[in-house]
């Protein structure tokens, strides 16, 4: 199963407007249904739907630390119904389906409280990227990249 599919991709709601700020590191999107949310980019590389970021099951998703400073690149559609995302990372595999955005912005504070947790929990912080493990996904050895 392809963990993009895993997300909220109701197609019940539809951008109105993506905008990204001057300094590339918020990602404003608006909805037919009023909402309206200021995306960081740390917030979106992290919560990356990739396999990558994902993993291949819930239990091989993964928490990434060193990404506070990240940016966005590029904001490039994806037919109808996403929209990829470039970070200065060189991070670009994950599609972000209109109803996962809206997730994403319905659900910042418990997300991002959650997200936190994780890092200090692993030892890990928004400023320092943890050294590579070989293998894995995101290596090109797990078959998926």
């Known amino acids: 199963m ?4 895993t997300q909220d991709q ?8 993506l905008r990204l700020s001057p300094d590339k590191r918020i990602l404003n999107v608006a909805f037919e249904d009023g909402t309206r949310f ?3 980019a740390e917030y979106l590389r992290v919560s990356s739907p990739s396999a990558e970021v994902q993993g291949h099951s819930p239990a091989e998703r993964k928490v990434l630390g060193g ?4 940016a966005i690149l590029g904001v490039e559609p994806v037919g109808n119904y ?3 995302l470039t970070f200065d990372d060189m991070h ?10 809206h997730e994403l912005g319905r659900n910042y504070v418990r997300r991002w409280e959650t997200y936190l947790g994780e890092l200090a ?4 912080d ?8 070989s293998g894995g996904c995101g290596s090109g050895s797990c078959g998926c990249h």
């Open 121 to 124: 929990e692993r030892g890990l």
């Open 82 to 84: 996403a929209v990829k």
């Open 2 to 5: 392809n963990p993009v599919q």
């Open 38 to 40: 200021a995306l960081p």
């Open 67 to 70: 990404k506070r400073n990240v």
């Open 92 to 101: 670009d595999t994950g599609l972000y389906g209109w109803g996962y955005l």
């Open 10 to 17: 109701s197609q019940d709601f539809w951008p109105t407007e």
């Open 126 to 133: 928004r400023d320092t990227v943890a050294p590579a493990k």
